[in-house]
């Protein structure tokens, strides 16, 4: 009995790893409040490692998307291109940051990211390097976005693949969009609208 009680703890050790490392168990994000007061404050590397300051953007409505490319919400990247074209003469910038959080859906180098992005659906908005948006290893960014202290009203764990956040011309995030909301919807075009519109 002993022996088959051991077999059956290390089984389920087993299956709760498998599950804590593919995302079916929301793994414990970092409880410490970000020292960074605004999105301006992160440098963060591009999908070529090149240090990029977010404070580059300010002034721009911008949209930050975790993405991977081989999830059920990958063809959301014809749509970010879509809206990006739309809008980018009027100040709006798309920040496009893969994750390999979910199901192991972004396994690829920056390399092969950056050619599939490119070959499949022809982005051009700023893609970066691959980071960790949730979890113990969290990126400091995503520790920002999802903290309630920092992003009061728009925190809480990163869902899945192609969760979208929304910030206006001074750097305030405005609003959140899940997976489900597509780039094109009447729901989040409306939103970047009215950032773009307001000063």
Known sequence: MKIIAVVLLLAVAAIAAGAYKYGFIMNPSPTEPPKEKSVYDFTMKNIDGEPVKLDAFKGKTVMIVNVASKCGYTPQYEGLEKIYEKYKDKGFVILGFPANNFMGQEPG????????????????????????VKGTDQHPLYTFLTNKQSNPGFDGDISWNFNKFLMDRNGKIVARFGSADTPESEKVTAAIEKALAAQ
């Open 109 to 132: 180098t920056e390399a092969e990211i950056k050619e599939f992005c490119s070959t499949k659906y022809n982005v051009t908005f700023p893609m970066f390097a691959k980071i960790s």
